[in-house]
């Protein structure tokens, strides 16, 4: 079992509507979760990082945590074309010191 | 601000021949990353460094070496390079709270 699962997708949303992006991980001593969207043949680049249980929000872009499901989500309000990309889950796992283990991604479509 | 410099960007080798990747930050930051990225396999942590002079493996070490040669540069070595390391290598550096900034990526064929 991977540390962190992500379903690959792709996802198709319809531009305007709500994408939603998921995540589980398998360390319960995890303590911080990031979001990395990574754009075909380019690097990946941080959009959202959460800490604690609950819902933080950055613009379109909502982050929720549940450390007792082990649960972390990506919500993307209002898609846009410009938001289709592959989404990548990363978790700063228990035990290591600042090693960042990664899902395999989620890609996202948005169609116009 | 160059941020990650990796090199190089693209390198195709035999199979058994060595090379090593190079990469430095020019942030200064503590923490020092080597993914690699293969198609559905989102990137895999082969080895990282969290401070100058501590380097530890990742998922997939096996085959590789590393070098944190001081704050600034973090190389990667393949001493007998396998077809199954045909991928595509991502450095990245961090100050340590999870915030990675990657290079631009090389990419490299075993034949």
């Known amino acids: 079992q991977k540390e962190v699962e992500q379903n690959s997708g792709p996802l198709s949303v319809p531009e305007g509507a709500i994408a939603s992006l998921n995540c589980t991980y398998s360390d319960r001593g995890s303590q911080s979760f990031f979001w990395y969207r990574q754009y075909s043949g380019k690097s990946p680049e941080l959009i959202m990082s959460i800490y604690s249980n609950g819902d933080k929000e950055d613009g379109r872009f909502t982050a929720q945590l549940n450390k007792a499901s082990q649960y972390v989500s990506l919500l993307i309000r209002d898609s846009q074309p410009s938001d289709s990309a592959t989404y990548l889950c990363a978790v700063k796992v228990s035990g290591g010191y600042n090693k960042l283990i990664f899902g395999a991604g989620t890609r996202l479509a948005v169609h116009p | 601000n160059a941020g990650v410099t990796q090199t190089p960007k693209f390198q195709v080798l035999k199979t058994g021949q060595s090379m090593t990747l190079q990469c430095a930050q020019d942030?200064?930051?503590?923490?020092m990353y080597w993914y690699r990225q293969d198609p559905g396999m989102g990137l895999r942590l082969i080895y990282y460094?969290?401070?100058?002079?501590?380097?530890d493996k990742g998922e997939v070490p096996n085959g590789y070496n590393v070098s944190r040669l001081n704050k600034r540069e973090f190389s990667l070595r393949l001493e007998s390079a396998a077809p199954s390391q045909t991928s595509v290598y991502f450095c990245a550096s961090s100050v340590g709270d999870g915030e990675l900034f990657f290079g631009e990526g090389s990419r490299l064929t075993v034949l």
């Open positions: 460094s969290a401070s100058e002079g501590t380097t």
């Open positions: 942030m200064n930051h503590n923490s």
